[in-house]
């Protein structure tokens, strides 16, 4: 028998024993009057005196045993604190109900503040009852969850363990409340769409299929809410925003996970530019709220958030950081083999704005550490970006890169059906050869835009990509409570 399965035992039977001596194994019967943190933030009585008697409960995550006294650290949502439990003190019925206790179990205790001769504010019991025992043990020694598959796989566990696990998740939910805030505070409404698509729409990217039975029809899990988003500038609604899942059924990485949440806005009469003093002014603001900087420190680099923020053409960074001659950046002809050169395959029609966005991704992307925005991304890469006025083959558009990942995509929105519809079919006719599902025609938005859409801009944040850069988290599955992995071996 392993180790493992030895405690699982040694644990049952002390299950059976507290059992057997009238105790409730999994009670829902203890209602604590205070929050550990609440104590901890109590003056304790003074010496000598005894004060006021609390209840409190939590898991217990440490325990030290002398025969007829122990000392244990109980852990509820606010925080840790000590427990002194004694013997002569709660009675020998109820500490022989204590000695089955184990660390992880879940359990309560009434008792009074006191300061130890170490100078830590505790609790001394005077009554302990058991709430829920635990079978399995935490990790040896409390020393924390180390491994990372498992820290992922057993995030229950990595919660319990790590503290500042919960940290980085405490403020996630406090960035989405951030932004959240900064939509309303301008007038954005949030608006909830469809999660199931009839067309696999709305960006490039491959979509998880499903099928009702009701309808006999397939349905795609959407890849991005913008074409429902559109819709609603069409009905009326001029700003508007929503937080939500998108799924793509594409890589795991450090960077990307199948189903992640994203912030897509938009706002009738505003453009491109409109957007980046937008998420200037909300990111810088959001790092300020959350960790009292725009200066942030991610994995050893030094990071500045402080507006202005750096904006720059593709082909300008594909010479100035890519290293590219501005010549061959301007030459159709030149660009499109040079791709070839540097290994970059294209699919046969493609034509040089796809070979200049590939380039970009391969010599520029990684190396934009402070905040940057790259505009005039192609209209080839861009099917639902307005052109720009002045040169047709680029659009008003731009992506927001920090640390070497693309935060947002925004764009000046293209209201134009005709337009719209061409481009579409132009995306339809050159599909992949590797794409599994066949793209089609939304004949539904195209007859939205015929009714006449308001010019607007919108944009996309990465959720998961801003939570990893404000909590300098190395990977996306450190700010997914339940990331995707392999089926356990």
């Known amino acids: 028998m392993n180790k493992d399965s030895q405690i699982l035992k040694n644990r049952i039977k002390k299950a059976g024993d507290l059992a057997a001596l009238g105790a409730n194994l999994y009670a ?20 000598n005196s005894r004060g006021p008697e609390h209840l409190i409960a939590g898991r217990i995550i440490g325990l030290r045993r002398f025969g007829k006294a122990a000392f244990l650290h109980l852990q509820d949502a606010s925080g840790r604190m000590q427990v002194y439990i004694k013997r002569d003190e709660v009675g020998t019925e109820n500490y022989d109900w204590f000695k089955k206790l ?3 179990d879940f359990a309560g205790f009434k008792g009074s503040l006191f300061i130890t001769k170490t100078g830590e504010l505790s609790l001394k019991a005077s009554w302990v009852k058991p709430i829920t025992k635990s ?58 769409t469809p999660m199931m698509h009839p067309i696999a729409g709305g960006a490039t990217a491959k979509p998880f299929r499903t099928h009702h039975n009701a309808l006999n029809m397939d349905l795609y899990l959407r890849v991005a809410p913008e074409l429902y988003l559109k819709r609603l500038l069409v009905g009326g609604f001029e700003r508007v925003f929503e937080i939500n899942r998108n799924f793509r059924n594409e890589g795991l990485s450090t960077r990307h996970n199948p189903e992640f949440t994203m912030c897509e806005f938009y706002q009738a009469y505003a453009t491109y530019e409109d957007m980046m003093n937008l998420t200037e002014e909300m990111v810088s603001w959001i790092s300020s709220e959350v960790n009292g900087s725009m200066q942030i420190n991610y994995q050893g680099t030094e990071v500045n958030l402080a507006p202005p923020w750096r904006r720059m053409t593709m082909a300008q960074s594909l010479t100035e950081i890519g290293g590219i001659a501005a010549e061959t950046v301007a030459d159709d002809e030149a660009i499109m083999t040079l791709a070839v050169e540097k290994g970059i395959e294209l699919d046969k029609n493609a034509g040089p704005g796809k070979a200049r966005t590939e380039l970009f991704e391969l010599l520029v992307e990684e190396n ?68 599994e599902i066949f793209p089609e025609l939304d004949k539904d938005f195209i007859r939205a835009l015929e009714y006449g859409m308001p010019p607007a801009a919108g944009q996309g944040i990465g959720i998961d990509r801003l939570v990893m850069l404000l909590t300098n988290a190395a990977s996306i599955r450190d700010v997914i409570l339940f990331p995707h992995l392999r089926p356990e071996a």
Do not use: C, W
């Open 135 to 192: 079978l399995r043990p935490l990790p040896e020694k409390f020393h924390g969850l180390t491994d990372v598959e498992t820290r992922y796989r057993q995030r229950y566990v990595d919660l319990i363990v790590n503290p500042e696990v919960k940290d980085v998740f405490r403020k996630r939910v406090e960035i989405i409340r951030l932004i959240r805030d900064f939509l309303n505070n301008r007038d954005f409404m949030e608006v909830e």
């Open 28 to 47: 829902n019967d203890f209602i604590p009057d205070q929050t550990i943190a609440a104590l901890l933030a109590m003056q304790p009585p003074e010496e």
């Open 368 to 435: 934009i550490i402070n905040p940057t925005f790259i505009t005039a991304y192609p209209t080839e890469v861009s099917p639902l970006a307005r052109r720009n006025a002045d040169d047709p083959s680029i659009t008003d558009r731009f992506e927001l890169f920090i640390t070497g990942r693309e935060i947002a995509n925004a764009f000046s929105e293209l209201n134009d059906p005709v337009d719209q519809r061409q481009r579409m079919e132009r995306q339809i006719a050159n599909r992949g050869d590797d794409e």
């Open 102 to 104: 184990d660390v992880g």
